[in-house]
């Protein structure tokens, strides 16, 4: 069933001008890596804010509050421009090692926002000032940054695959 998804995808008009054209896959391609680039540099900015490495002076709450909306943005356009990029070879791209890991990368990345933001942050006003936080909002941003950094070096590898 999901076969031909896959296989209905790769034959739809826009997948098809993008994997014949010599030049909509790499331009695509670039919208994409900007777009990832502005989403996991501003996620990393709040993740060392968190660790306590970077913009100690700066509320947690304040900072999170600045680079979300481009954080979200930038994924809307990082998950659009992926999308076109895999319909154009979805076959070949589901199956291969790198493309699910990242998948299964990126999905654990949102899952630690979603926690975090559910427990953790709710807390935000007690302590997003104070230059050492609690130890629940250092290991999000941890994992955060380890998750992304993940996220971002399958994709590399699903270009060698």
């Known amino acids: 069933m999901f076969d031909h998804f896959l296989h209905w995808l790769e034959s739809t008009p826009i997948a098809v001008a993008i994997s014949e054209s010599s030049w909509l896959f790499p331009g695509i391609e670039s919208v994409h890596v900007l777009a990832i680039t502005l989403v996991v540099g501003s996620i990393s900015m709040v993740d060392l804010r968190l660790l306590g490495i970077n913009l100690r002076d700066r509320p ?8 979300l909306p481009w954080t979200w943005i930038s994924f809307a356009v990082a998950v659009c421009s992926g999308a076109l990029l895999f319909s154009s070879n979805a076959t070949h791209y589901w199956g291969t090692v790198p493309f699910r890991a990242k998948m299964l990368v990126m999905a654990l990345a949102g899952l630690n926002m979603l926690v975090f933001h559910a427990t953790t942050y709710r807390g935000v006003a007690a302590w997003g000032a104070s230059r050492r936080l609690p130890r629940a909002a250092r290991v999000s941003g941890g994992l955060s940054l380890a998750l992304w950094i993940g996220v971002v070096s399958l994709g590399r590898w699903i270009g060698f695959v």
Do not use: P
């Open 60 to 67: 947690v709450q304040e900072l999170i509050a600045e680079v």
